[in-house]
């Protein structure tokens, strides 16, 4: 099939999904804790598990010193495996990817009270990429399940 019908088909399908799209990029899952216990957790779990977290953003209490308060908690949390980021940024073709680096967990509270977590479908998102993005994107997308396994209902 040509391009041109591809990218148009694509198009398409984006606008017909509309606000849906979230839910093809992104994973939320509720978690079985509270927020602080859900935030330590994600975090503790993957230094754990050898990823590297390099810094946490509390966005509430960004937005509220904005003065924006009229929100729940949320805090985003990145996370890097090294040897993955490494194997993507050593090669000047693969570093257009960076602005995916690192990957972020999302943990916030809805307005009921409970806590989810969000994340990026990496193994779907890599599809996309070259065959050395692909291929650490799919393994760290898989350790990334196995590591939020023990922390969200199913």
């Given at each position: 099939?040509n391009?041109k019908?591809?990218y148009l088909i694509?198009?398409?399908t984006?606008?017909i999904?509309g606000?849906?799209t979230?839910?093809?990029?992104?994973?939320?899952s509720?978690?079985?804790?509270?927020?602080?216990?859900?935030?330590n957790m994600?975090?503790?779990t993957?230094?754990?598990t050898?990823?590297?977290v390099?810094?946490?953003?509390?966005?509430?209490e960004?937005?509220i010193?904005?003065?924006y308060s009229d929100?729940?908690k949320?805090t985003i949390?990145?996370?890097?495996?090294?040897e993955?980021g490494?194997?993507?940024?050593?090669?000047d073709k693969?570093?257009?990817?960076t602005?995916?680096?690192?990957?972020?967990i999302?943990?916030?509270?809805?307005?009921?009270?409970?806590?989810?977590?969000?994340?990026m479908?990496?193994?779907m998102m890599?599809n996309?990429m070259s065959r050395t993005s692909?291929?650490?994107?799919k393994y760290?997308?898989k350790?990334?399940?196995?590591?939020?396994n023990?922390?969200?209902l199913?």
């Amino acid at each position: 099939m040509n391009k041109k019908y591809l990218y148009l088909i694509a198009i398409l399908t984006i606008a017909i999904t509309g606000c849906r799209t979230e839910r093809l990029m992104f994973k939320e899952s509720q978690s079985k804790y509270d927020f602080e216990t859900t935030v330590n957790m994600v975090k503790d779990t993957f230094v754990t598990t050898g990823w590297l977290v390099p810094w946490e953003t509390d966005i509430q209490e960004r937005y509220i010193k904005e003065g924006y308060s009229d929100m729940t908690k949320a805090t985003i949390i990145p996370i890097c495996r090294p040897e993955g980021g490494y194997n993507i940024i050593q090669h000047d073709k693969y570093k257009l990817i960076t602005p995916l680096m690192p990957l972020q967990i999302s943990v916030y509270e809805k307005e009921d009270g409970k806590v989810y977590i969000s994340r990026m479908r990496v193994k779907m998102m890599s599809n996309m990429m070259s065959r050395t993005s692909r291929k650490n994107m799919k393994y760290s997308g898989k350790l990334v399940e196995k590591v939020l396994n023990g922390i969200i209902l199913k």
